[in-house]
């Protein structure tokens, strides 16, 4: 229904409507949005068209039931837990990511196979060895696995979360991995932006 | 020239040829690097053919030559330091990154605003009080600064960077930034993926 780059605009929306409403704005127009959001207002118009007809002319969108809606599309109606496995600092700078709880999204727990971290809390977290996977999911309700640990081993630790239950990966090791068919991946790959900055540097300064 | 979704794939190309190079593989075939990327075969060719014809029918692309050039948009073959603006979990997990080195990104600096954190080295490196920020750029031969501070934050210390004459924004900060013309930011949302993943899973299994 809709398009990947759709989706993928609606959090930016989701954060700038957001605002609006603590700021008790209830109407506001494309363009308003598009100088927040930083992209056009055609964009705008024409992903937030798949709504139906939303906007009302000269007034504007409804900030309440736009977040709604979009809250409704993007699962956030819906809470979900998350497992990280992979104590290291990515792994802690997430469990810590204030980002994520603000949209629905709750780190439950953190996995290492490094015996010395187990039982550590980071925060109010506790690490658990990564044989405790399949129990903990089952006791502490997690959906999503997020993947922090090196590239090597990022495969075995997949098979690992994929046989401990989870239908849901958000890797963030430089590396594809091979799931069965029902298994979401999601990947996150850090590199990519600031390759895509230096590309921009190196065409515009040298 | 190369359309923005087309650079976006590069690091990844970029991933894989090198894998190539270092088993000593030197033609690979269009199928073969859309198996490993992830993406399908006629997409690959349509992004290679920006460099000419490289491909040669029956044998392949030559994987070094095709490392080159993508090394030279990417802007690879010039190595560039990185100063990172905020010592918190997230700007520490990213002085460690070791897929920056491998892509000729270097970390030479981290600064915060927490006088309880300067002089501390992470790893081989120190973090600076904020106004060290444009003396430290000069001394340090710094061109991107990676914004990992809180959102509220953002502007301020944004203006500082570019005030200290930095032309390129990595920003990890949940925010659009007002820059000058002249300055590139590249933004990254660590959210946008995950809700993107949590959409997936709410229309597959509720």
């Known amino acids: 229904m809709f398009p990947k780059a759709t989706i993928s605009r609606f959090p930016m929306y989701f954060r700038v409507l957001t605002e609006y409403n603590h700021q008790n704005i209830a109407l506001v127009s494309s363009e308003e949005m598009a100088r927040k959001v930083g992209v056009t207002s055609s964009q705008i118009r024409k992903d937030l068209s798949y709504f ?61 196979i490094d015996q010395s971290k187990w039982g550590t809390t980071s925060g109010q977290l506790t690490v658990f060895p990564l044989t405790a996977l399949a129990s903990q999911k089952e006791e502490l309700g997690m959906e999503i696995a997020v993947l922090t640990v090196p590239g090597a081993v990022a495969q075995t630790v997949a098979n690992m979360a994929v046989q401990a239950g989870f239908k849901a990966l958000w890797n963030f090791a430089p590396v594809r991995l091979v799931v069965p068919k029902n298994v979401i991946v999601q990947y996150e790959d850090l590199v990519v932006g600031i390759l895509t900055l230096s590309h921009h540097l190196a065409r515009k300064f040298g």
């Open 52 to 112: 139906g007809s939303l906007g009302i002319r000269g007034a504007g969108y409804d900030v309440a039931y736009l977040l709604a809606k979009i809250k409704e599309i993007l699962g956030m109606d819906k809470k979900r837990r998350l497992a990280i496995i992979g104590a290291g600092k990515l792994g802690l700078a997430l469990a810590g990511y204030t980002g994520l709880k603000q949209h629905g999204l709750e780190v439950a727990a953190l996995f290492d």
